[in-house]
């Protein structure tokens, strides 16, 4: 879902797209970057024995923070863009999903460096170079918008 909004706003930002369709705004995630998991799962990897780990921030944010963020990213309002769409929500939602990574800290002296608000602000920035890309793809008349792909040989 994180990477439907991005991609959304990229596409936004660059006239693709004008309407992104979410659910529930109030579920709480805790969102982190790739990078540091790998960095924590290297850590694991050099401990004399195995042992189990959870790797999360510790911080919850809502889904309406991540879109918030993400078209705030893009200079745009999420409230011209964002509609919600009930076929979203899921029945058995869980309200709050938060880990704690005290053990992973205490014992790997692993933390988190990317924080959600330079996460969401990396990929937003990726997602509206991609969209760049895909307007000039558009643009120069190797794409088919009934298809919505590129034309192979220009045909």
Do not use: C
Not at 15 to 22: F, T, V
Not at 34 to 60: C, K, N, R, S
């Amino acid at each position: 879902m994180t990477r439907k909004v991005t991609r959304a706003v990229g596409r936004i930002s660059r006239g693709l797209q004008d309407k992104l369709y979410l659910g529930n705004l109030g579920a709480q995630r805790d969102w982190g970057f790739t990078g540091d998991y790998v960095e924590a799962m290297w850590l694991m990897l050099q401990q004399q024995d195995p042992d189990d780990y959870v790797i999360a921030t510790g911080e919850a944010h809502s889904v309406g923070d991540l879109v918030e963020l993400a078209f705030a990213a893009a200079g745009l309002d999420w409230r011209r863009h964002v509609e919600i769409d009930r076929r979203y929500f899921r029945p058995t939602e869980i309200d709050v999903l938060r880990g704690d990574a005290t053990k992973a800290r205490e014992v790997l002296g692993w933390k988190p460096r990317v924080t959600f608000s330079d996460l969401i602000k990396m990929m937003v920035e990726h997602d509206i170079d991609l969209a760049r890309r895909e307007s000039a793809v558009s643009q120069a008349g190797f794409a088919d918008p009934a298809r919505g792909a590129a034309i192979a040989g220009g045909d």
